[in-house]
């Protein structure tokens, strides 16, 4: 009877966490109308959020490209099909990998960051602090932060993306001897705007929403200790992965049937 | 116990206050009032929920049963907009100083004026330098809070807490864990900015020696009830057996030395447990 008992206090707690998230997110949406008023504090959020993962987006980006137009070159010139690399790499890039990757790296750079830095100001008392100041935290330090990593998602997978064509270009025309407009022009004719490109999008405006929205919760809903915020940022990157990986499969049979 | 007072005197009214942490009770039954202009200090041991007392009345918790009321007002029956009105007229010191760290000692002293008012950049900043010279700290506004020692950061926080020019002040453990020259420089701060700015102050401490030297009244509060209130020269020397335990510091007394145990020689030769 034991592990019964477990089972439901597991499932108990589980269903108030989900409820506090729910809870926390409609609270954050109504600090939109404060935020408008206030963009200086979305701009600062972009920046530590978006700014600052644009290196670990871009290096990463590269070198994924340049390994695809390795990988793909060998596997495509067993069939003498070396001219389609353009759109092998672009598509896988596009499609799954950019969105995918950018939100995994997110997770683990600015996800985490966020987590801590807000269980940190929960264990030193800066949230409530701010409660006895009369201002909502919730509206001023979580909605910022919110927005800005729900738009800063899909420019990071866009910039990984346009990286990752440039890594593969590099690879398959600079130095395996694929043809230069080939690999361009093949990947424009077959590239298509809504399926591949929009769909990439939305998929990444969907890991937004979910990476920055567990980042969040993680650290708000901490213990304030230091074994709390470590054992929050752990999740953060934990469930943001595992979110990540299972929505990119829904998404995926969504959208392509 | 304290004098009769007119309503019109308690700024803070507690009545039949009830909080549970679990099955826990924090508070079972409580009823405290605060005048408005003096000092009055709450003390006990710790994890008596002194802090958790002005969680309460600052709103930032729900009592199970009971009103608090702040200047009329029931806390816990107001709408969140009322609420945040309430707060902007009471300051509270955190035991951390709870400094905003990514803003500059000058960045959090004007943070509430910035939050609140629509003053003009130059009288915001004659208003931070001014309540930064009450805690003596003028000089140091340029810094970070990461740059502070805990006293300053404190001192800080004070000019934070007073710089909406609140009707009432709450710290929460003022004195702990300062040096002697820190201590007195807090205490001194907390008399003065009652007496000159005719604050009301609530001291949450259990530095018996520090919070009895500012108090006008002192309520001590052990096992989730008010054990004994009134002033301190009166507590001193009238105060029942736990008083005088806790004020003198005596270790053994109504609070036992030894946590609860089985019989010393049975334990050592009996059989193990």
Same mark, same amino acid.
């Given at each position: 009877m034991e592990w019964l008992a477990a089972l439901g206090r597991a499932g108990l707690s589980f269903s108030a966490r989900l409820g506090r998230a729910n809870l926390l997110f409609v609270a954050m949406l109504r600090g939109l109308p404060a935020l408008l008023r206030r963009p200086r504090l979305l701009i600062e959020q972009m920046f530590a959020i978006g700014v600052l993962t644009v290196l670990i987006i871009a290096v990463s980006g590269i070198f994924v490209g340049m390994v695809l137009g390795l990988q793909g070159y060998h596997i495509l010139s067993r069939f003498g099909a070396e001219a389609t690399l353009g759109v092998m790499v672009a598509a896988s890039l596009v499609r799954e990998l950019g969105p995918v990757v950018t939100a995994l790296l997110f997770a683990g750079r600015a996800g985490s960051a966020m987590s801590a830095e807000i269980g940190l100001m929960k264990a030193t008392e800066q949230l409530s602090g701010l409660e006895m100041m009369a201002v909502n935290p919730e509206h001023r330090v979580l909605t910022p932060r919110l927005i800005a990593g729900i738009i800063s998602m899909p420019l990071l997978a866009a910039l990984f993306s346009m990286l990752g064509v440039y890594g593969g270009w590099f690879v398959g025309?600079? @130095? @395996?001897?694929?043809d230069d407009g080939t690999y361009w022009a093949q990947m424009q004719s077959q590239?298509?705007?809504?399926?591949d490109v929009v769909n990439g999008v939305v998929k990444s405006f969907v890991f937004g929403v979910v990476c920055t929205w567990i980042a969040i919760f993680q650290g708000y809903d901490c213990v304030p200790t230091s074994e709390g915020v470590s054992r929050a940022t752990t999740r953060t990157v934990v469930h943001s992965s595992l979110a990540v990986l299972g929505l990119d499969f829904v998404l995926t049979a969504l959208m392509f049937n | 116990m304290s004098p009769k007072r007119s309503?019109?005197?308690? /700024?803070v009214r507690i009545r039949g206050l009830k909080f549970y942490r679990g099955s826990r009770a924090?508070?079972?039954?409580v009823d405290i009032d605060i005048p408005r202009g003096g000092v009055t200090a709450i003390m006990g041991p710790s994890g008596t929920g002194k802090t958790t007392l002005l969680k309460l009345i600052g709103g930032q918790l729900t009592p199970d049963s009971g009103t608090i009321e702040v200047d009329g007002l029931n806390v816990h029956a107001l709408s969140t907009r009322d609420l945040y009105r309430l707060r902007m007229r009471m300051g509270m010191l955190f035991q951390s100083g709870a %400094?905003?760290?990514? /803003?500059?000692v000058f960045e959090n002293v004007a943070y509430p004026l910035r939050e609140h008012t629509r003053l003009s950049a130059s009288m915001i900043r004659k208003l931070v330098l001014i309540k930064l010279e009450a805690v003596g700290l003028r000089g140091a506004h340029?810094?970070?809070?990461?740059? %502070?020692?805990g006293g300053m950061a404190r001192r800080v926080a004070l000019a934070r807490a007073i710089a909406l020019d609140p009707m009432m002040i709450m710290y929460d453990?003022?004195?702990?864990?300062?040096d002697p020259i820190s201590m007195g420089v807090l205490i001194q701060l907390v008399r003065r900015l009652n007496d000159a700015a005719r604050i009301s102050s609530v001291v949450v401490s259990h530095d018996v020696a520090e919070a009895s030297q500012i108090a006008d009244l002192i309520y001590v509060i052990s096992d989730g009830r008010v054990i004994e209130s009134g002033a301190p020269q009166q507590l001193r020397e009238h105060g029942g057996e736990w008083t005088q335990q806790f004020i003198r510091g %005596?270790?053994?007394?109504?609070?036992?030395?030894?946590?609860?145990?089985?019989?010393l020689a049975s334990d050592l030769f009996g059989e193990p447990a």
């Open positions: 025309v600079g @130095l @395996l001897g694929v590239i298509d705007w809504n399926e | 309503p019109r005197d308690i /700024l924090i508070f079972d039954g %400094l905003l760290t990514d /803003l500059s340029q810094l970070m809070p990461s740059q %502070l020692s453990e003022p004195f702990a864990g300062q %005596l270790p053994d007394g109504p609070v036992p030395f030894h946590y609860p145990a089985p019989d």
